[in-house]
């Protein structure tokens, strides 16, 4: 079965500061994965998936297969980062089907 | 831009009814997907449908049903609704199949009481 953790629920800091997003996932294939965030009244989009190998908006995601990890950092947050954040999975095979953690509430203070 | 759009935003129910989610993709869009989402969780996954036909399903109970039409517009079904179907509902649209990105919809709040 595919499952994505996310272990914390919330996390705060002030501006500037740099912030580690954390996402472990559990499937015995290769999986692709994807960070989606939803911004305070808007709808969910996604922010980075890791075969693109990019940065967005000052994020950097790495997959490290050996910890089962993908985890979202940036080096100093910025109070328009203020989200929920969420890590997703999608199998082997280019399924639609994506399996997303429960989710993190970053908040960025001035 | 006209992005993914679904109706009704909002809903209330009784138990036992039912109820149908409306979804519409962007243009060009011949994928969509829907996911429930329960508070305090993340979405889960329902359905995909792609070129009118289904290509997944998530593990809800029969009492869940969707369909594709011709111009790739998307209807979720609930019957016999129960107070754990009480959720958001998203509507997701993309290009072709596959974990390419999909664009959301806003999303129907459904109540059941």
């Known amino acids: 079965a595919q499952r994505v953790t996310q272990p914390e629920k919330l996390l705060s800091v002030f501006k500037g500061a740099p912030v580690e997003l954390k996402c472990n996932y559990s499937?015995?294939?290769?999986?692709?994965l994807f960070w989606y965030v939803q911004y305070s009244r808007q709808r969910l989009q996604l922010l980075l998936r890791h075969i693109s190998r990019e940065s967005i908006k000052g994020f950097t995601a790495d997959l490290n297969k050996g910890e089962t990890s993908f985890h979202l950092k940036k080096p100093f947050a910025q109070e328009e980062d203020s989200a929920m954040y969420y890590c997703a999975l999608s199998a082997q095979g280019g399924s639609e089907k994506l399996v997303f953690g429960k989710g993190m509430k970053l908040t960025v203070n001035p | 831009d006209a992005g993914v759009t679904q109706s009704p935003t909002h809903l209330i129910k009784t138990r036992g009814q039912h109820v149908t989610l409306r979804c519409s993709p962007i243009s060009g869009h011949k994928s969509v997907s829907w996911y429930q989402q329960v508070l305090g969780q993340g979405p889960q996954f329902i359905f995909q449908y792609y070129e009118k036909e289904e290509r997944g399903r998530g593990n809800f109970p029969d009492r869940f049903s969707a369909r594709q039409f011709p111009n790739y517009s998307s209807e979720l079904n609930v019957n016999a609704l129960l107070l754990g179907d009480s959720a958001l509902y998203l509507c997701?649209?993309?290009?072709?199949?596959?974990?390419?990105?999909?664009?959301f919809g806003n999303g129907t709040r459904l109540t059941v009481t």
């Open positions: 499937y015995s294939g290769s999986p692709e």
């Open positions: 997701a649209s993309s290009l072709e199949q596959g974990p390419i990105p999909l664009h």
